[in-house]
């Protein structure tokens, strides 16, 4: 099934289904299921499967995921699909720094659970008939695309100290951009999903492999830490603003820090019609700033910190502290869905930063996300690590309402970038009334991987200097280009068309029927 080229350039758009992802392939299984008579679950299950074999740079089974979804307009609700602690793994281990890379950098990889826990309870199809095309994808293989062939090369050094990445990755100098990449252990861990559930890989052979290939090379993730992972459905957390309902989730989700930023922006109420560029970054690098700091202890697994389950926004603005980082290392891959049915879904898959762990079991086939590295070792701190517990986590699907419902899916991958990126969509969308094109297009902000402000080269020499006068110390994007998130942006307007700008910073394919 071939995709033409101007489905990259321009608008798609279509009343009977919308799949738009970071990989055209991953996009054309979505599309494909839905036209099989799949829903919109059905389709992000296999837009997702096809995602996490070709990008593994930023997402792949050995990851998690944040997933937000509303249901024929009647329920809007989130899955936590974030990774726990190995019950190995304490802050003593760590009486310096969390490794960020290598065997005890990983979390329990849930997102097999989610893609379960998803299609149990809302999927149509069969789950065997999801995953074709990602098996596919990773038997046959396909060209490797120049964005994940760009990744290996910048992170060989890492990626030779692991035999498992050196084996598949690196073999006869590594793959390049337009090889064909095949991972045929992988598949036949996916063929084992595709028949046999999501317990083939937390309760058998798998599991032992993985567990097994860690352990030898001084990690700490078990069978029995496999075993017992879990997801949790949720109620999203929301936040009304200038006449739009805003709905991430709660914490350990990063989506507090979103409602932080539109809520202390709705303080600061600026006039967006008639403030120059300089002013409007101010008062949005202002106001995520502040969020950061104000949100940093109430952004934790809310099973050890109760009061992170449900936060009032107003109770966090005045109770938080200053010292919250903006630091950003992550990378990940976002896969939204719109039906003709009045269904939405956002799901943010990913191994956090570039490569994860960069621990490849070669026997699955399966490479393990580096997401420890989302914990604090601050002692007191309510994010800081403890077995079993689920770290501060960066994935922020968002949607947003209107009076006539669902109008919006907003997600960004990108790290701690994601809900900058989000805020200035949504200030975009909302107070300075562009269109969706425009918002994908307009230049943006973003912090690196220091937490330093970064603008993109659209942004004229004089809005460094007027920030510099602000008080405010911005530089370039060099070399931190998967801190500026694609946005991915879908719109379901009220006549029920349903379409989306694709987003030219990264790869993303959007197609429709």
Known sequence: MHHDSQVDRGFVSGRRGLVTTGHALATEAGRETLLAGGNFVDAAIAAAAVLAVVRPSGCTIGGDCMILLDHHQQVCIGLNGSGACPQGLSADDFPARISTTGPRSATVPTLVRAWAALHERFGRLQWRDLFHRAIEAAEVGFPLSDDVANGISASHGVLARDPGCSAILLANGGVRAGETFRQPALAQTLRAIANDGADAFYEGDIARSISAYVAGRGGALTVADFAAASVEWVEPLRLGYHGVDVRVLPPNSYGLYLLLQLRLLDQAAPQWDDIDDAERLRTLIGAAQKAFAAGDRWVADPVVAPRSKQPDIEDVLTQGESGGSMKNPGGTSVVSVVDGEGSAIVVVQSVFGPWGGAVLDPTTGV???NRMNGFALER?????????KR??????PCLVFDEAGLRYLVSSPGGRGQTITLAQAITNLIDRRATLSDTVRMPRWSSDRAGAVILEDEFPDEILDALASAGIDAGRNINNGPNFGTLQLVERRPDGLLSCFPDHR????????
């Open 506 to 513: 990264r790869e993303d394919v959007a197609l429709a029927i």
């Open 391 to 396: 770290p501060a986590h960066t994935l922020c």
């Open 367 to 369: 490479l393990l996300n």
């Open 380 to 388: 007191g701190h309510p994010n800081i690590i403890a077995p079993g």
